[in-house]
């Protein structure tokens, strides 16, 4: 990359958002996780704080499912507007209070816009196309330090994101798509085909998200790290293994130990950004670090 970003031999992100929200009781069931930016924004700030502490060295806004439309098309572009801002904003504030001369980054968070577009939508891509340049015009505006697009199962999809966030931005780029087991997104893409068409949009970095927990993750980590080649960096962040009910109560039971023996073995297949997805918590983040520097 053209930035100083990855400078370490591991890159540190955070953990979940959104599963932190619910054990936090802030995010009621079924609502988009970035309402907790206008209505609890100390206890974003609180999780982003955790993480810190425990060792990330990038901090993810809390934007995943903000997609700002024109008015007739998308969220609400007001509400959507202000909560993008929050989001950003609380997070910058979270990593400014860093201690000891640590530099701690933020991304900002682009997620997909939740229908397969042009299939199961009346919305088309220059649409998403839009929705994806006012996101990222504004969290370059509000200060955020590098543009996370996470969780992308169409190709299409992903480059519309990619292309906006390069043409309207000057930030570093990563794309992360989620595989299934069988090594393809839900819509059938493969990790080869993802990071030849990412990096050919303008990608600094890509990776895999979601969907997976450690260990089932770690061919799909393989084969990215193979085909992307040495010089770019490659991120994984998958989630706590898979989530299971209690009643009514949807909760994750893979222990730190657990995740840090995977994303060991994540780390030396070559991947040199690391982080954790849906379940994981700061706790993971800082075992995880411990052990790659050699302290645990």
């Known amino acids: 990359m053209s930035t100083d970003i990855f400078q370490d031999s591991i890159t540190f992100f955070d953990s979940a958002m959104g599963t932190q929200l619910m054990d936090a009781g802030a995010l009621p069931a079924g609502a988009s996780s970035e309402r907790a930016n206008i209505e609890a924004p100390d206890v974003v700030t609180d999780i982003h704080r955790r993480n810190i502490e425990a060792g990330s060295d990038i901090i993810t806004t809390n934007t995943f499912s903000v997609h700002i439309g024109d008015g007739t098309r998308g969220d609400d572009p007001v509400a959507a507007e202000a909560a993008l801002r929050a989001g950003v904003r609380l997070a910058k504030k979270a990593a400014a209070s860093a201690t000891g001369g640590r530099r701690v980054l933020t991304a900002l968070d682009i997620g997909p816009v939740g229908d397969i577009i042009e299939l199961t939508s ?12 006012r996101a990222a015009a504004i969290g370059a505006e509000e200060g955020a330090d590098l543009i996370l697009i996470e969780t992308m199962s169409d190709l299409a999809e992903a480059m519309d994101a990619i292309i906006a966030s390069k043409a309207g931005t000057s930030l570093p780029v990563i794309c992360s ?29 890509i990776g895999a998200n979601c969907t997976l927990g ?7 980590a393989k084969t990215l790290v193979a085909a ?48 954790g997805c ?13 052990r790659a520097n050699g302290t645990a």
Not at 214 to 220: L, T
């Open 214 to 220: 450690p260990s089932e993750m770690i061919s799909i």
């Open 228 to 275: 992307a080649g040495k010089d770019v960096p490659v991120l994984i962040q998958p989630n706590a293994g898979q989530p299971q009910m209690r009643g009514t109560e949807v909760y994750y039971d893979m222990t730190p130990e657990v995740f840090v023996h995977g994303m060991m073995a994540m780390v030396e297949a070559g991947v040199s950004i690391v982080g």
């Open 122 to 133: 009346s919305l088309t891509h220059a649409d998403a196309t839009g929705m994806f340049a």
């Open 177 to 205: 798509m989620t595989f299934s087991e069988g090594g393809r997104t839900f819509m059938g893409v493969s990790p080869e085909d993802f990071v030849e068409a990412a990096l050919g949009a303008g990608a600094d970095a």
């Open 278 to 290: 849906c379940g994981t918590t700061p706790e993971m983040i800082a075992r995880l670090k411990e």
